[in-house]
């Protein structure tokens, strides 16, 4: 079962690569209603942070920047 796992992640995370080519260095999408153009993954990353900020505004606040990782670490 934890090969399966492994696997679709790997499937995943080749699927949003390919979808989002940031090596091309242009993508675009819409965000409430408006067509953005997005360079780099740190654009998108903020881009997609306040669109969840706007959608989620009365969601519980969580200040602690190890959760904020691909893998957690034992103390996230």
């Given at each position: 079962m934890?090969?399966?796992l492994t696997e679709a992640g790997r499937i995943l995370d080749e699927a949003i690569a390919q979808a989002l080519s940031w090596s091309q260095g242009q993508n675009?999408?819409?965000?409430m209603t408006e067509p953005v153009e997005i360079q780099r993954v740190r654009t998108f990353q903020s881009k997609l942070?306040?669109?969840c900020d706007r959608i989620y505004d009365r969601s519980m606040i969580l200040d602690n920047e190890l959760i904020n990782r691909r893998e957690l670490t034992s103390q996230g």
């Amino acid at each position: 079962m934890l090969h399966r796992l492994t696997e679709a992640g790997r499937i995943l995370d080749e699927a949003i690569a390919q979808a989002l080519s940031w090596s091309q260095g242009q993508n675009s999408c819409w965000i409430m209603t408006e067509p953005v153009e997005i360079q780099r993954v740190r654009t998108f990353q903020s881009k997609l942070s306040d669109l969840c900020d706007r959608i989620y505004d009365r969601s519980m606040i969580l200040d602690n920047e190890l959760i904020n990782r691909r893998e957690l670490t034992s103390q996230g």
